[in-house]
């Protein structure tokens, strides 16, 4: 057998997976008719601080038994009396406590959802207990009590 008899075929690699994901791989294969399985990521790439659930906006619109918890409207009048008395401005008050001014303004308004780590940097940027039975009370600095 001579060199003129065998046949040497040469074939490019397979695509890589990467590659296949592709907006133009994929559509070169819808355009051939091939199954295109695509899913959407929820909240990918996304930096939020504060996650929420998906099921926030379904229970946003439930009926009066599956509400969220709001915020007491006394509450609200004691972060801004606390604020006002250290005379800050919501503004102010939301950059001491790195969140952003419409969570004080909705604090304040008794709009806002609870959540324990946001009261607590408003109680320690306007000294007053928001939490428990003492609510209202000068906050004592850690370890002062005895």
């Known amino acids: 057998m001579s060199d003129w008899d065998t046949v040497t ?6 695509p890589k997976a990467s590659a296949l994901k592709t907006e133009q791989a994929v559509n070169a294969a819808r355009r051939q008719g091939l199954p295109v399985d695509t899913q959407q990521k929820y909240g990918a790439g996304t930096n939020k601080q504060h996650v929420t659930t998906k099921n926030t906006a379904k229970l946003d619109r439930e009926t009066e038994e599956l509400r969220h918890e709001k915020v007491p409207l006394d509450l609200g009048k004691l972060i801004m009396q ?6 800050m ?6 950059t001491k406590i790195c969140e952003k001014p419409q969570i004080v303004n909705d604090y304040e308004a008794g709009r806002g959802i609870p959540n324990n780590v946001v009261l607590g940097k408003i109680e320690r940027a306007i000294g007053l207990k928001l939490r428990g039975k003492e609510r209202g009370q000068p906050l004592q600095p850690p370890g002062g009590k005895k």
């Open 82 to 87: 606390g604020r006002q008395s250290k005379g």
């Open 89 to 94: 401005s919501q503004k102010d008050l939301a």
């Open 9 to 14: 075929i040469l074939r490019k690699k397979p």
